[in-house]
C-alpha cells in the first residue's frame, strides 16, 4: 500500500454525510475515500425488511449518494454476506483501511468482527 492507497468507509444503519464518524476519520487520512453499502439479506434472518423498509433504503441510499455527488465521489453499492463482501472490495481496491461506525446488535456485532479478523488477516486496518 501506497501513500494513495484509498479507505473504505462502510455505511450500514447512518446513511448520511453530516456527523458522520466513519466518514469524518476516513477523510481525516487524506486518502482517496471510497464509500459503500452493502446489502446482506440473509435467507435466514428473523426480521426480514417488508416493502416499506426496502423502499425507505432506496429513497435513502439515492439521497446518500446525491450528497456524496456534491462532494465528488459516489456510493458503492454491493450485495452479500457484509464481512466478506467489504473485504472483497478492500483487496480489489488495494484500500488501507475501512472505516465504519459500530453497532451492538449481535448480527451487526458479529459481521463487525468477522470484517476485523479478515481485515487484520490481510494486512489492512
Known amino acids: ?11 450500514r444503519r447512518d446513511l448520511r454525510v453530516a456527523d458522520q464518524p466513519a466518514l469524518k476519520a ?5 486518502r482517496p475515500v471510497i464509500p459503500l453499502y452493502v446489502l446482506d439479506d440473509p435467507p435466514a434472518r428473523p426480521w426480514a425488511p417488508g416493502g416499506a ?12 449518494d446525491a450528497d ?11 450485495r ?5 463482501t467489504v ?7 488495494g484500500a488501507a483501511a475501512v472505516h465504519f461506525t459500530r453497532h451492538h446488535e449481535p448480527a451487526e456485532a458479529a459481521a463487525e468482527a468477522a470484517l476485523t479478523a479478515g481485515l487484520g488477516r490481510a494486512g489492512i486496518e
Not at 1 to 11: E, K, L, T, Y
Open 26 to 30: 476516513a477523510a481525516e487520512t487524506g
Open 80 to 84: 452479500g454476506p457484509a464481512a466478506e
Open 87 to 93: 473485504l472483497a472490495l478492500a483487496r480489489e481496491t
Open 1 to 11: 500500500m501506497n501513500a494513495q492507497s484509498p479507505v473504505i468507509v462502510w455505511f
Open 68 to 78: 456524496l455527488a456534491r462532494l465528488e465521489s459516489r456510493l458503492i453499492l454491493r
Open 53 to 64: 423498509a426496502r423502499w425507505w433504503l432506496a429513497g435513502s441510499l439515492a439521497a446518500l
